[in-house]
T-cell receptor, first 115, second 111 residues
Framework: NAGVTQTPKFRVLKTGQSMTLLCAQDMNHEYMYWYRQDPGMGLRLIHYSVGEGTTAKGEVPDGYNVSRLKKQNFLLGLESAAPSQTSVYFC??????????????FGPGTRLTVL | QQPVQSPQAVILREGEDAVINCSSSKALYSVHWYRQKHGEAPVFLMILLKGGEQKGHEKISASFNEKKQQSSLYLTASQLSYSGTYFCGTDESGGYQKVTFGTGTKLQVIP
């Protein structure tokens, strides 16, 4: 059981380049999330998904797109990277149990630097 | 809107106690607590639900005051392994799965 995995672990981009971050979970969780973490800002939600084929905006969605074509995968795309997107990105997943929000399982993170 | 955590940072000696507070300006359905060690991913500690139900950690306790929209995390007889940044997450909806995290409280336990 690998839990939540993220690819890649590190990446350096130049301004204007694009990339996709991959998140995969093997726990059959319904819900998946993408967060960014910046010093002093905590974890801020970028986008999330409540099931295969569905996505929704979080607190800081601008400049990012997501897709959830398969239940186990959640992709985060940056179409034209900017230095303000330099951050550590965490993916998380959680399971459905009525209306009670359950614990989120986090991946190891991707450290992205945009020059 | 992000919940407000206090203090922002605290240093303890082994064996000392600490309280971390989390407050929101909105009515809450539940409060979640996570701990993140340096360079690692956040790890779940506990959830406190409206109505008093609690799920969580055997050595760390917490309270949830629904009327004041506040939660407190109690770390007693701290150990070196308690060091890390503690985040509270608040849930205002009780419906779809979205939690808003605070900016964190950095806790350092020294020998």
């Amino acid at each position: 059981n690998a839990g939540v995995t993220q690819t890649p672990k590190f990446r350096v981009l130049k301004t204007g380049q694009s990339m996709t971050l991959l998140c995969a979970q093997d726990m059959n969780h319904e819900y998946m999330y993408w967060y960014r973490q910046d010093p002093g800002m905590g974890l801020r939600l970028i986008h999330y998904s409540v099931g295969e084929g569905t996505t929704a905006k979080g607190e800081v969605p601008d400049g990012y797109n997501v897709s959830r074509l398969k239940k186990q995968n959640f992709l985060l795309g940056l179409e034209s990277a900017a230095p303000s997107q330099t951050s550590v990105y965490f993916c998380a997943s959680s399971y459905l149990a009525g209306v009670i929000k359950n614990e989120q399982f986090f991946g190891p993170g991707t450290r992205l630097t945009v020059l | 809107q992000q919940p407000v955590q206090s203090p922002q940072a605290v240093i303890l000696r082994e064996g000392e106690d600490a309280v971390i507070n989390c407050s929101s300006s909105k009515a809450l359905y539940s409060v979640h607590w996570y701990r993140q060690k340096h360079g690692e991913a956040p790890v779940f500690l506990m959830i406190l639900l409206k109505g008093g139900e609690q799920k969580g950690h055997e050595k760390i306790s917490a309270s949830f005051n629904e009327k004041k929209q506040q939660s407190s995390l109690y770390l007693t007889a701290s150990q070196l392994s308690y060091s890390g940044t503690y985040f509270c997450g608040t849930d205002e909806s009780g419906g779809y799965q979205k939690v808003t995290f605070g900016t964190g409280t950095k806790l350092q336990v020294i020998p």
